[in-house]
DNA sequence: CTTAATAGTTGCATTTCAAGACTAATGATT
DNA sequence: AATCATTAGTCTTGAAATGCAACTATTAAG
């Protein structure tokens, strides 16, 4: 990745870490249970020496964690701290939209299933803290605490309910 | 971006389009109402070149629409079709991941407020068709109809409740 | 003490990016 | 009509990231 996003917003600190073409599939791996550098490497398609990087630009963000672990070699596990897990629901939400609209339904090369309901997992949804599904028209977008002057004028001229529609 | 990803995963294939630095951006700034090419040009930091490029990629991955508009010199609208608005969820996940744990508390530059409620929205969920949250250790993974031989072993190897802890 | 397995490094050719100057198209101004 | 202002986009160039393959290092097994 070449420099660095530095204006206050979430996704562009997010994309930092994320924004390119191997991370994302990194972790979805290590969700997969890869713990090894030659899964990722063999599971991936990545090259060694970007693995190398990726690998430590995680470590180093605090996503994966990097323990000593002997078997044959010089080898260790690479895992997802509390961190990494909670990207679950953007590894989630990639996966619905790419299901639904780059394969499309009967096209799925791999699916999440509700093991309670049986169903395929294809509703993802901002809900409130009691649970209740939050409709698209009620959610605004508002400066937070963390502005700046220019977040304030951007988002004081950005459509106040993104989402709705 | 350099080559593709050509594995079949719906996540490999999302980021064939959207795993770069800016492209997330871009559509981040298609939600909060911005339609022409200056406004990308300088909400989001990239140069012409590259703006130019993303969004003719995003055109043809039928992400956005062009539509002409004129006022004053060669202009044009850039909107979100529905399979760009459907990008809703992973745009929401990451601005609660990048607001918890790139921020924290008190120090997110943008927030997303539940009207109804009052709240600020920080859970996205998973939910069955008829509204219920799925437990994440409830969620398994599966080859689905679209999956190849190296899939199959991909995901055979992989842990059955990769959400689950 | 050699071999095999795993992880990582190095060097180099190619591709992509970043930045700014330049061009094109169109409505407004005189 | 001629010029100007505005918007969108292209072109050029040096810098940075990527992809590939060969090489090195570390440790366990035999």
Redesign the interface.
């Known amino acids: 990745?070449?420099r660095k996003?530095d204006?206050?917003?979430?996704?562009?600190?997010?994309?930092?870490?994320?924004?390119?073409?191997?991370t994302?599939?990194i972790i979805?791996e290590a969700?997969?249970?890869a713990t090894r550098f030659g899964e990722f490497l063999t599971?991936t398609?990545i090259s060694r020496n970007l693995l190398t990087e990726r690998l430590s630009q995680l470590v180093e963000a605090d996503i994966l964690e990097r323990t000593p672990f002997a078997d044959r070699g010089t080898s260790h596990a690479y895992a997802l701290t509390a961190?990494g897990?909670?990207?679950?629901?953007?590894?989630?939400?990639?996966?619905?939209?790419?299901?639904?609209?780059?394969?499309g339904d009967?096209?799925?090369?791999?699916?999440?299933?509700?093991?309670?309901?049986g169903?395929i997992?294809?509703?993802?949804?901002?809900?409130?803290?009691d649970?209740?599904?939050?409709?698209?028209q009620?959610?605004?977008?508002?400066?937070?605490?963390?502005?700046?002057g220019r977040?304030l004028s951007?988002?004081s001229?950005?459509?106040s309910h993104?989402?709705a529609?």
Request: charged share 25%.
């Open positions: 990745m070449s996003h204006h206050p917003c979430a996704i562009a600190e997010a994309l930092n870490i994320l924004g390119d073409r191997w994302l599939l979805r969700f997969y249970g599971n398609g961190k897990r909670a990207l679950d629901t953007v590894v989630m939400a990639l996966t619905e939209w790419g299901n639904s609209y780059l394969y009967g096209k799925e090369p791999v699916l999440a299933r509700d093991e309670a309901s169903e997992i294809r509703r993802i949804e901002p809900v409130t803290s649970g209740q599904i939050i409709a698209r009620n959610i605004v977008i508002e400066a937070g605490p963390g502005g700046d977040t951007r988002i001229k950005a459509k993104p989402f529609e």
